[in-house]
């Protein structure tokens, strides 16, 4: 007898199985479960995936766009202003109820694992307070992951170490940074070392904010990974943004990429907001502001799309769905072949799983029982339509069900319903 039997759903791998969960796991998966279940959803025709993970975000700042004015040149730097004159003014219980509207709309689209910077500058730390609150709220269906993350610099900010220490002992999970954001090279490369080894007595991950510059000098992710490498922090660190890799040299790239891959960093570019903050220095040609995706992945780097912002002072759109994130990476990184295309959607799933450390991730016997079923036919249908959630599980509880998107024609000599799905034509 189980508790929830998921029929008949195509996987992202091309399988087609029955899924039985029992609890908050997943029990079996086999072409044919032939059992009891209090509960059968007929996935027949559907895709069921794993759920969507998103490796970076900033959960203290969502769902603000507006206040207390909007971003009227769309740079970085007056994002980070902006940023800073709201996160004095708002309340934990504002924080906390944005972060909990959010936490909604991700859950609706099958958005199970986030992981969150949280700005640890002022010393007052509401945001720090708030967004513990909320990963205490949600931890029932998203596992929600905060990274202390010294905004305004860890040297450059008054008591922008203390105040991240202080975060960190308050029970954040990961160790940020923002390399590029301190006074000086020298400094930055400084604050690498040390937050690295900060990481490394805490036993603690990293991520961070690495070269979000157009700055082809802007190297620290050089440092990053010879720290990564001196501390034996391999596989616990990545490297958000990364930006810079665009304009730098080909040949520096040539040396850069081989040492990333050994230290085993991960790379998470963000591709919605990068597309809007980068190259807003230049003319024309203008650059795209993305990093080297497909040559880190040729290199064997894991590398996993991020969202980043969701209407707050960097980002004036967003809609927590994993899937608009992949589909505009896909666009900017060239990534438009069929194979490149199921690339995207894996690493909206399972390589953003990977880089979060999530164990009990995935559709297999024993995982936690956490799917998504989609009205499209395969990942790269899902894609292309940014498919409806027709149901969410988290856990093994059905969290959100959603219609499917056919639209009523009254067109004389014309289908009634259209369904727009992908021809399945040979590829
Ligand atoms: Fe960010």
């Not at 954040?172 to 040390?194: K, N, Q, W, Y």
Request: hydrophobic share 40%; proline share 5%.
């Amino acid at each position: 007898m189980f508790d929830l039997i998921i029929e008949g759903g195509r996987l992202p791998d091309g399988r087609i199985l029955d899924i039985g969960i029992k609890g908050d796991r997943i029990s079996a998966l086999a072409p044919r479960i032939e059992a009891q279940a209090f509960e059968v959803i007929d996935a027949r025709g559907d895709l069921v995936s794993p759920p969507f993970v998103d490796p970076h975000f900033h959960m203290d700042a969502t769902l603000s766009y507006g206040q207390p004015r909007v971003n009227a040149s769309g740079t970085l730097l007056e994002g980070i202003d902006l940023w800073g004159e709201l996160r004095d003014l708002a309340t934990v219980e504002e924080m906390v109820e944005r972060a909990l509207t959010y936490c909604d709309w991700a859950a609706s689209l099958g958005l199970l694992a986030i992981r969150s910077h949280v700005d640890t500058t002022p010393d007052h730390l509401r945001g720090v307070e708030a967004m513990i609150a909320v990963r205490e709220a949600v931890k029932g269906y998203i596992d929600l992951q905060l990274v202390a993350f010294p905004q305004d610099g860890l040297y450059r900010a008054p008591n922008g170490r203390e105040n991240m220490i202080r975060a960190l002992d308050m029970g954040l999970d990961v160790v940020g940074g923002i390399p590029h954001f301190e006074r000086t090279m020298a400094e930055g490369a400084a604050s690498v070392r040390d937050l690295c080894e900060i990481a490394a007595d805490r036993g603690l991950p990293v991520d961070m904010h690495c070269d979000e510059t157009d700055d082809p000098m802007s190297r620290h992710i050089e440092t990053l990974a010879a720290e990564t490498l001196r501390l034996g922090l391999q596989g616990r660190v990545a490297g958000s943004h990364l930006t810079s890799m665009h304009s730098m040299d080909n040949y520096y790239v040539s040396k850069l990429l081989p040492l990333m891959a050994e230290a085993e960093i991960s790379a998470i570019p963000n591709p919605l907001i990068n597309i809007v903050l980068q190259g807003r220095h230049d003319t024309y040609p203008k650059r795209r502001g993305l990093t080297r995706v497909k040559e880190m992945q040729a290199m064997g780097i894991r590398v996993g799309w991020g969202q980043d912002c969701t209407l707050d002072p960097w980002y004036s759109l967003g809609t927590a769905d994993m899937l608009d994130v992949a589909f505009m990476g896909l666009h900017v990184a060239q990534m438009t072949h069929p194979e490149e295309m199921a690339c995207c959607f894996t690493m909206v799933t399972e390589t953003n799983a990977e880089i979060m450390g999530l164990s009990d991730y995935g559709l297999r016997e024993g995982a936690l029982a956490s799917l998504v079923v989609l009205d499209a036919a395969d990942p790269v249908d899902a894609l292309r339509q940014r498919a409806a959630r027709r149901l969410v599980v988290s856990k093994g509880r059905i969290i959100a069900r959603s219609a499917r998107r056919d639209a009523q024609l009254t067109l004389a000599g014309r289908p009634t319903t259209v369904v727009r799905r992908a021809p399945q034509n040979p590829k």
